[in-house]
């Protein structure tokens, strides 16, 4: 049997959802999909042989769905998501961040293991090649005690993007370089290192005009004792420049870059004369015209939607929570102009406020 998925949000994110579900039309049927835009929602629903809805109730009302694909602007997760989960109990596959508050988040998990639903919320980078075997040579113990764990990406949006829809960028519906694009980064810090101890964070809006910030750069200290720093900015012109972990571990070191965390620059353990060898066939992400991995992260989301087999690198429920905190916490500094130890009641924060 078919799974049968219900897209809500036809924009840029549920385009890449789309091309995968036909690729996948083997083991998914797209049955219904739902946009405000009766036009979005009628081209969606011509490439996928599915039909098209302006209102989800309506749409989650009359068709037989086993999971819902959520790609509508973050401030609209927990609003959208809570009637999928709460009134009609249907599985949630949402794009990331999976809220822009704790509160909000924690609300979607709290419903989800309430009525025995799956959550998954889609941070497709954890499932890069290089990231998910340096992550496991991480959990073998092969770099050692971790000392720095340093994030960067330097991508560029100019106001056209954020003039591309009027949430863009706003406090209330999406924050600025960090929550929009950093919340991969976020995620990929908490990800590889676990929970955060303190954080410290400066930003501003330098080079476009909209509510939240385009460049933020913040110092971490995790509960292991390592230090983390990122640096997260779209102001990069002419256009995208990189975007790059690094690890350093007593006995070992790592440094993924490329467009997005998906090629292997450096890697170098002591004892092996050729760490590099130990990744062999995963030292690079392939050229994938659905998007790096994207495709691989909803694969196995789908697999686990429909069979319960989960991966290890599917953010399942409150594995989303520990990134968001972090942002929070990054942005709460900022506001604040100190550092903030965790855990801690964000106060001027501005993030998911006002919706
Ligand atoms: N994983 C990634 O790398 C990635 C990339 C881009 C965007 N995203 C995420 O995807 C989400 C959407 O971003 P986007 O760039 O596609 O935005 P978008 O503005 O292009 O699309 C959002 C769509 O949702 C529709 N919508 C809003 N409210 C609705 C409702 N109540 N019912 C039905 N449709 C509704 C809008 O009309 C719009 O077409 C955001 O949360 C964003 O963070 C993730």
């Known amino acids: 049997m078919k799974l049968k998925v219900a897209i809500i949000g036809c924009g840029k994110a549920a385009e890449r959802h789309l091309k995968i579900y036909q690729a996948l039309r083997d083991e998914v049927e797209v049955v219904a999909v739902s946009d405000l835009d009766p036009q979005k929602a009628k081209a969606f629903a011509e490439a996928l042989s599915a039909k098209p809805y302006t209102d989800f109730q309506e749409m989650l009302k009359m068709e037989p769905i086993d999971v819902v694909d959520l790609s509508v602007p973050s401030g609209l997760h927990k609003k959208v998501g809570e009637v999928v989960l709460k009134k009609f109990r249907k599985n949630l596959l949402v794009e990331k961040p999976l809220a822009l508050t704790l509160k909000d988040a924690e609300t979607l998990v709290n419903l989800a293991e309430k009525f025995r639903l799956k959550l998954v919320t889609i941070f497709q980078n954890r499932a890069n090649l290089p990231i998910i075997k340096v992550k496991e040579l991480l959990e073998k113990g092969l770099f050692g005690k971790i000392v720095l764990l340093s994030v960067k990406f330097y991508w560029s949006r100019r106001q056209n993007y954020y003039d591309s829809a009027s949430w863009r960028g706003t406090w209330a519906y999406d924050g ?26 400066k930003m501003g809006t330098y080079l476009v005009n909209i509510e939240a910030e385009d460049l933020l750069v913040g110092t971490i200290k995790f509960k292991n004792g390592a230090l983390g720093t990122i640096e997260a900015t779209t102001c990069a012109r002419p256009k995208d420049i990189k975007a790059e972990v690094v690890l350093l571990g007593e006995k070992g070191s790592a440094i993924i870059g490329g467009f997005a965390m998906n090629k292997l620059d450096y890697l170098a353990i002591e004892g092996i004369e050729d760490a590099k060898s130990l990744i062999e066939g995963f030292t690079e992400n392939p050229a994938n015209p659905l998007g790096y991995s994207h495709f691989a992260y909803l694969k196995a989301a789908l697999e686990y939607f429909k069979n319960g087999n989960r991966v290890p690198f599917l953010a399942i429920g409150e594995d989303a929570l520990t990134s968001l905190e972090l942002i929070i916490g990054l942005y709460e500094s900022a506001e604040r102009g100190r550092e903030i130890y965790f855990p801690f009641k964000p106060k001027l924060c501005k993030l998911g406020k006002g919706v």
């Open 176 to 201: 600025g370089a960090l929550a929009q694009q950093g919340c991969h980064f976020a995620d990929m810090m908490t990800y590889l290192l676990g929970e955060v101890e303190s954080c410290f964070a």
